[in-house]
């Protein structure tokens, strides 16, 4: 009996310790939280604080974002992505430009962008009927309503997309004054603007050298044969031509020399 009591009281405290293990809080999010200064979401720029938030703006008006605030020193834009049918991502960029104390052409701008994402949601339409003895019933009418609505919400982290915009706002910056802090021009390539293609430069294709005959073995030459002088040949005489002679003509016909047998007489 004491036996299976102390199993059951093992098997209690096993069933407990589990259930505290399961139980144990976890790591808050706000733990991850370092506050180093890394440099992903803040830049300097030689302008003053106003100039910078203007570079801001126009860099986000470049790449369609929509500006929802007036504020000289704060930027806010909007744009929106349909993934899908069901699916809809929207980015807002948040930009503050401040001065930095270094003077008045001197400032610091801070950016962040938050992504939400939204998703397509059906909900049935019901209406309430009232029975006397039930009471209120819910029926379903047969019609639905189709929303969006928003299932995450996230803030951009990714240094890549931040140097990529601090880049653009450098393009943004008043002349004279990349030319003074030697900030060196950004081709168009860099603005996602493709440049065309060059056309192939055709290579020369040089002709095969021809390499030179190896010389056959050396032989002896015969000397040539002398010929003989061509003597000039006497030319021969022209033979004189005979002179036809003439062919007598006969007009009269000799006499025959057998004689005509006579006809034979006709039968009485």
Known sequence: MSTSFHVRSLGLALVLAGAAGCSSP??????????????????????????????????????????????????????????????HLQISFNVVCADDGKGNNH????????????ALKKVNNSASLGVGVLGSVSMPIGSTDD??????????????????YFALVEVFLPQEVKKAAHIPEKPKADLGVPEPKAAPVA????????????PAASEP?????????????????PEPTPTPTPTPTNTTLPAPTESIAPLPAPAP
């Not at 400032?107 to 939204?118: G, P, V």
């Open 147 to 164: 929303s969006m609505v928003k299932v995450a919400s996230e803030t951009v982290s990714a240094p890549k997309f931040y140097d990529r």
């Open 107 to 118: 400032s610091t701008m801070f950016a962040n962008a938050l992504q939400d994402r939204y």
């Open 221 to 237: 030459l015969a000397p040539p044969t002398e010929t003989a002088p061509i003597a000039p040949q006497a030319e021969p005489e």
């Open 26 to 87: 976890k790591t808050a999010i706000y733990e991850h939280e370092s506050f180093d200064d890394s440099g992903t979401f803040s830049r300097d720029y030689p302008v003053s604080d106003v100039a910078a938030c203007e570079a801001a703006r126009r860099a986000l008006l470049s790449q369609g974002y929509i500006i929802t605030s007036s504020d000289p020193k704060l930027v806010v834009g909007n744009k929106s992505f349909q993934q899908t049918g069901e699916t």
């Open 203 to 214: 290579e020369k294709v040089e002709a095969p050298k021809t390499e030179p005959a190896a």
